[in-house]
């Protein structure tokens, strides 16, 4: 059954109470999976009842929803910071590389976005939210690239694609590499990646 939420009078504590569900939606989703964790199982762990939470999202799909937008809007922040932040476009790129590879090596939040993909083979609305949100990633990778200041300009566009798609597969396969190798070293993997993705990030001669 569909639900409505509510307006709310306080708009700063409305959004405290969704962040509040969210987080605890998110530990669910992470220790139960999507359709492990129902309503109920959320609203225990949010500390709010069912239909509390009802008043601020009209169901579970709303809550992956707003999850999703929470990832994109940090993502877009990140890119952003890269864009105002002067000097030597690729430097800027490289000297990220940490913090991306802690994001994609971070176990707790890899649980959730497995869960978010494995719920995408079965739900085609999550499915668009998840494609909507790589095509403005690629879409902001790729202003970075071909951009003012950006060390691709003039490569053909096809080709600029092409590297954009081998940058996140390596940096989306850092999650596998760690599940499957706990003992992976960080401090020689960023050794590695880092004369990698400046490769990626230059015209070839």
């Given at each position: 059954?569909?639900?409505?939420?509510?307006?709310?009078?306080?708009?700063?504590?409305?959004?405290?109470?969704?962040?509040?569900?969210?987080?605890?939606?998110?530990?669910?989703?992470?220790?139960?999976?999507?359709?492990?964790?129902?309503?109920?199982?959320?609203?225990?762990?949010?500390?709010?009842?069912?239909?509390?939470?009802?008043?601020?999202?009209?169901?579970?799909?709303?809550?992956?929803?707003?999850?999703?937008?929470?990832?994109?809007?940090?993502m877009f922040s990140i890119f952003k910071e890269f864009a105002d932040k002067p000097g030597d476009r690729v430097t800027v790129l490289l000297d990220g590389l940490d913090r991306g590879v802690e994001r994609h090596t971070d176990l707790n939040q890899g649980a959730l976005d497995l869960e978010m993909l494995a719920e995408a083979a079965r739900n085609e609305k999550v499915a668009n939210l998840l494609r909507g949100s790589d095509t403005h990633a690629r879409d902001s990778m790729r202003e970075l690239l071909v951009g003012e200041r950006g060390p691709l300009q003039g490569t053909a566009l096809e080709e600029v694609n092409a590297r954009i798609e081998v940058m996140f597969s390596v940096m989306g396969g850092l999650l596998l590499r760690k599940m499957l190798n706990p003992d992976l070293n960080i401090n020689e993997l960023h050794k590695a990646l880092r004369p990698a993705m400046k490769t990626l990030l230059l015209p070839f001669e």
């Open positions: 059954m569909t639900q409505k939420t509510k307006r709310h009078n306080d708009p700063a504590l409305a959004e405290a109470r969704r962040n509040q569900v969210l987080c605890a939606a998110a530990d669910c989703f992470r220790r139960k999976g999507y359709h492990g964790a129902g309503m109920a199982e959320i609203s225990k762990t949010a500390g709010m009842s069912a239909g509390h939470i009802y008043n601020y999202f009209a169901s579970k799909e709303a809550i992956i929803e707003s999850i999703v937008e929470r990832d994109m809007e940090e």
